[in-house]
């Protein structure tokens, strides 16, 4: 069970999972499992594509069925928790099927705000099976207000940008061991330049495509991290938030004031 939210303050939980290739049922239940040893926590964030893996080619991987969401809502429930995790979907839009990296927010009432991959990973073919996303998301949470946003996003700092909306910005991510570097120095440089907590969970292990070492971390407005985990290990990995610090620190010193 989750702590009551106090003002403006939380505790985030990170979720470094190894994900088994296509076992969702499998991937939740490693997940209740990192969950159940950080009891406590008011939001709890998995990787990209928790419940399947990172599939390029979503044919017979996403779900139509909702089963993840219908699982996520269930632990919401159960924990008194928010939680948060992409999953590949296959949606019909205007009589169309399409597929889509949807990274869900779902509240302990059951309610869900979600966030469709706006930038997908052409160097990975993942354009050629999925519809980007046109629409940020930012939802309310406990005091603080997070952008959703996915793995390859972090990348293009204009998408990220703060606009007076936020006060975190979440990236779910499958990022590999040959580019952690940009990992690391990515969700750095997003925290300093919009003044935000950044929240990074990657997974951990292998696909048939890639490796994975994790590096999960939680970082604050002044790029100090909060928490950090970089052995590749299936862990929990904890931090405390308060919205408070991110609101002082933004208007004594008040750069954003400037930018373009």
Not at 95 to 108: T, W
Not at 137 to 162: A, K
Not at 194 to 220: E, F, K, M
Request: hydrophobic share 40%; glycine share 8%; aromatic share 10%.
């Amino acid at each position: 069970m989750a702590a009551d939210c106090c003002a403006a303050c939380m505790r985030i939980t990170i979720l470094q999972t190894d994900i088994s290739w296509g076992q969702r049922e499998s991937n939740a239940r490693e997940a209740e499992r990192l969950m159940a040893q950080a009891p406590g926590s008011q939001l709890y964030v998995l990787p990209e594509m928790w419940s399947t893996g990172f599939a390029t080619d979503p044919t017979g991987m996403a779900e139509g069925d909702g089963w993840s969401l219908a699982w996520m809502r269930r632990m919401a429930e159960r924990t008194e928790a928010a939680i948060c995790g992409s999953v590949a979907v296959q949606t019909c839009e205007g009589g169309r099927e399409e597929y889509r990296n949807r990274l869900y927010f779902v509240k302990p009432d059951g309610s869900v705000a979600f966030y469709d991959k706006r930038h997908l990973f052409g160097y990975g073919g993942e354009q050629l099976h999925y519809t980007a996303g046109q629409t940020r998301t930012v939802v309310e949470y406990c005091g603080i207000r997070w952008l959703l946003l996915v793995c390859y996003d972090l990348r293009f700092p204009v998408w990220s940008r703060y606009r007076g909306d936020y006060d975190g910005i979440i990236y779910v991510a499958n990022w590999p061991v040959p580019r952690i570097a940009v990992w690391d120095t990515l969700l750095k440089a997003r925290a300093l330049e919009n003044q935000a907590v950044v929240v990074g969970a990657n997974r951990v292990g292998q696909d048939p495509s890639c490796d994975y070492c994790g590096h999960s971390a939680v970082i604050d407005a002044k790029g100090r991290l909060l928490a950090e985990e970089r052995t590749g290990a299936v862990t929990a990995v904890s931090a405390e938030v308060d919205a408070a610090d991110i609101v002082s620190f933004r208007s004594k010193f008040r750069v954003l004031d400037d930018r373009d």
